[in-house]
């Protein structure tokens, strides 16, 4: 089983920073994406930034420029620096991960979530 855990959501006001955690725990041979998600209320969730092996990176349009996606691999961990902070960026926050369980096994796991705000 892989646990991921996500921390570092917030109330900030527009223009703010933050930067939000996600380290993933477990039976882990190795993982191959990690990345971030997101859903505000009453709409879908959607892909925010993502970081693969190879540290091969893609950004949401809405986010490019504001928001950097980074990765400790001896942590396991992926981390999500959020500048430029804007009212309609206030979501729920997802880390997501595609892990390799065993030499044949790939699986996707999804964290709880942790909830940035961007209010005055």
């Known amino acids: 089983q892989v646990q991921l855990v996500e921390s570092g959501g917030d109330l900030v006001q527009p223009g703010g920073s933050l930067r939000l955690s996600c380290a993933a725990s477990?039976?882990?041979?190795?993982?191959?994406?990690m990345g971030w998600y997101r859903q505000a209320p009453g709409k879908q969730r959607e892909l925010v930034a993502a970081?693969?092996?190879?540290?091969?990176?893609n950004y949401a349009d809405s986010v490019k420029g504001r928001f950097t996606i980074s990765r400790d691999n001896a942590k396991n961990t992926v981390y999500l620096q959020m500048n430029s902070l804007k009212p309609e960026d206030t979501a729920v926050y997802y880390c997501?991960?595609?892990?390799?369980?065993?030499?044949?096994?790939?699986?996707?796991?999804w964290g709880k979530g942790t909830l940035v705000t961007v209010s005055s």
């Open positions: 970081i693969r092996s190879g540290d091969s990176i």
């Open positions: 997501n991960a595609d892990v390799r369980i065993s030499a044949l096994h790939v699986v996707n796991y």
């Open positions: 477990g039976s882990i041979f190795s993982i191959n994406a």
